[in-house]
């Protein structure tokens, strides 16, 4: 696709239910990214991919959380037995080359935990 | 610590009026890459400009214009005659060549443009 993109673009969840977010990154572009996004607050790094490489995982906030990237391309982030500190926007971007070049950002999934 | 401070959490200007957003940056790496976003209301993070560390040139766009510094690790952010549609949250960004791995995000700057 011409861009990034995200779904579900909105998700509500009971707490402790598990949730899939998955990403569809731009054609081509061989690192990915997980940031999340606190109401009002900045960008939280959770996870990189960059093409067959082991992930940088060092921005998980638990091992609640998790990220695979399949065939180099589609990226599926679970967070499992949700709370409710985990509600914010799921930001996923993609870029040509690992942080040396612009990353696009999908649109998000606002995921609130009820 | 972090690496990149906007120090102006909101601004507020009366359209047609510049405004400057300000970003200092920390980094032990010679070669990094400085990036700008926007955030309008809608969510979606634009890309808006990105810089390597070897380019001091300004740069200018449209009515946009940055100036990097690296004598005061700076790259701020110009707005001439600011219009409505510019208001949003704006994110100043840093990446390392020796890492990559992600992209440092400063806090944001809200900017709101009163008509």
């Known amino acids: 696709g011409a861009g990034v993109s995200q779904s579900p673009s909105n998700k509500v969840t009971e707490k402790g239910k598990d949730v899939e977010l998955r990403c569809d990154p731009i054609s081509g572009h061989t690192a990915l990214y997980w940031y999340r996004q606190s109401l009002g607050q900045g960008l939280e790094f959770l996870i990189y991919?960059?093409?067959?490489?082991?992930?940088?995982k060092s921005g998980l906030p638990s091992d609640r959380f998790s990220a695979e990237r399949t065939g180099g391309s589609v990226s599926t982030l679970t967070i499992q037995r949700t709370q409710q500190e985990d509600s914010a926007v799921y930001l996923c971007a993609s870029s040509l080359v690992s942080g040396l070049s612009a990353a696009f950002f999908g649109q998000g999934t606002r995921l609130t935990v009820v | 610590a972090q690496k990149v401070t906007q120090a102006q959490t909101e601004i507020s200007v009366v359209e047609k009026e510049d405004v400057t957003l300000d970003c200092v940056y920390e980094t032990r790496d010679t070669t990094y890459y400085l990036f700008w976003y926007k955030q309008p209301p809608s969510g979606e993070l634009v890309f808006l400009i990105r810089?390597?560390?070897?380019?001091?040139q300004n740069e200018i766009s449209g009515r946009y214009s940055w100036n990097f510094q690296k004598s005061t690790s700076s790259f701020n952010f110009t707005i001439t005659a600011s219009q409505v549609v510019d208001s949003a949250v704006y994110f100043c960004a840093l990446s390392e060549a020796n890492t990559g791995n992600q992209f440092y995000f400063g806090t944001g700057t809200s900017l709101t443009v009163i008509p």
């Open positions: 810089r390597n560390s070897f380019d001091e």
């Open positions: 991919f960059q093409g067959n490489s082991a992930p940088d």
